[in-house]
């Protein structure tokens, strides 16, 4: 099924990294760090792990051997991936300047559960986001009873502010886009002495990034855990979305020490209008860009890479691919109908890696160059639900509950 004009999807193929996750990028995803992370968070009320789908249409459609999608918008009714990262470093970060406070080691259960209120209640933390994360560190602050701002940029839908209201952060916007937000929200913490807590990281900028990326180890850990327990062929590939890479460097990492040089090919996702992991991998060095047009996939709409991601994807990424927004509303239209697991809610940026295996299998120079063929069996990440219903219900033309029913 051709979705678009397909000139638009841009391909750069990297080279093979080692069998084992290079020294510097293990040194970041410490294996200790990242299971306790985890245990943590797997101690959360209401966590179960979320479902890993078998799209059969698709595989069926492109002549592939399976298309499996893990389906985040259930997470802790929360709608997306992003309740594991900034929750937990919310959590993380408030039990260690309480620990500082009060002299000895504060674990983060106990912040969780309110056991040192009036020292956290003294912690500011603030963020800049598209929405997920904003809302993902809002819950965290609410639950740990910390102070809370959020920076959102000038196209935020009003759907997404009074999500993020809705946890009791302070949410202010800011002309211009998600990379101003985020300087706006760099302003207000060096002038509050609040703490930033971001996914991403850059020079003198690493501890709260990494335990972002230690939490969403989770979500890569579950998909190993249920091939195992189903004695399921591994996937030969992976198809991951990436803003700023904190996601894609955690899975990468997550796979790459689990299975080594059976790990599957790495392809990264990005929109053609905030390309700077494609860019990036064209160059071999970091480049930032400046992000002129919002892209609909707003979770990814970022101009500036996470430096620490960047350690892990330098060697890790296979393939890069740049996919116009032309491609999303199809993809989540598909979804909503049913591809042979019933029907699934995904909201704009959760589409990216299906948007681009379908484009792929209408154009087969691409299928060549990335591989594809009847032996191949392609992992999707669905990051995300309808985190802005009203935004799903243009896109899609229904609304999610009437997809779900």
């Known amino acids: 099924m051709v979705l678009t004009d397909l000139a638009a999807v841009a391909h750069v193929e990297s080279t093979r990294g080692p069998d084992q996750l290079p020294a510097d990028a293990a040194a970041i995803m410490n294996l200790e760090f990242s299971a306790a992370a985890r245990a943590e968070i797997q101690s959360w009320p209401g966590y179960k792990p979320t479902p890993l789908h078998s799209l059969t249409t698709v595989a069926s459609e492109l002549g592939i051997g399976a298309v499996l999608y893990k389906d985040e918008a259930g997470r802790f009714d929360f709608g997306s991936f992003k309740a594991l990262g900034g929750a ?141 327990a189903t004695g399921d062929v591994l996937p030969t590939h992976v198809f991951v979305q990436a803003g700023c890479g904190g996601l894609a460097g955690s899975v990468c990492a997550t796979l790459w020490q689990t299975y080594g040089a059976q790990r599957p090919r790495f392809v990264i996702v990005e929109p053609t209008m905030a390309p700077c992991l494609f860019e990036s991998g064209a160059a071999g060095k970091p480049v930032d860009l400046n992000i002129e047009n919002e892209s609909i996939m707003a979770g990814l709409s970022c101009g500036e890479i996470s430096h620490i991601a960047w350690t892990i994807l330098e060697p890790g990424v296979d393939d890069y691919l740049a996919i116009p927004d032309e491609l999303v509303a199809p993809a989540m239209r598909r979804l909503a109908d049913g591809l042979g697991a019933g029907p699934i809610v995904a909201g704009e940026s959760a589409v990216a890696g299906l948007a681009a295996l379908t484009a792929c299998g209408s154009d087969q120079a691409l299928r060549e160059r990335l591989g594809l063929d009847a032996s191949s069996r392609v992992l999707l990440l669905g990051t995300e639900g309808a985190t802005d219903p009203t935004i799903y219900r243009q896109l899609v033309g229904r609304d999610p509950e009437e997809v779900k029913s």
């Open 88 to 228: 937990y470093e919310v959590l993380w970060e408030v039990a260690r300047q309480v620990g500082v406070a009060l002299g000895q080691p504060v674990d983060v259960a106990s912040v969780r559960l309110g056991q040192h209120r009036v020292e956290a209640a003294k912690v500011s933390v603030v963020t800049a986001t598209d929405g997920n994360h904003g809302r993902s560190v809002a819950w965290g602050a609410q639950r740990a009873g910390c102070q809370c701002h959020i920076y959102v940029h000038a196209e935020v839908s009003p759907d997404r502010i009074a999500s993020i209201e809705s946890f009791g952060a302070t949410v202010v916007q800011v002309d211009g886009n998600y990379d101003d937000s985020v300087r706006a929200a760099a302003a207000f913490a060096h002038d509050r002495g609040a703490t930033i807590v971001s996914d991403t990281s850059y020079p003198g900028y690493v501890d709260l990034p990494r335990q972002a990326m230690a939490a969403y180890t989770l979500m890569t850990q579950e998909i190993v855990n249920e091939l195992a």
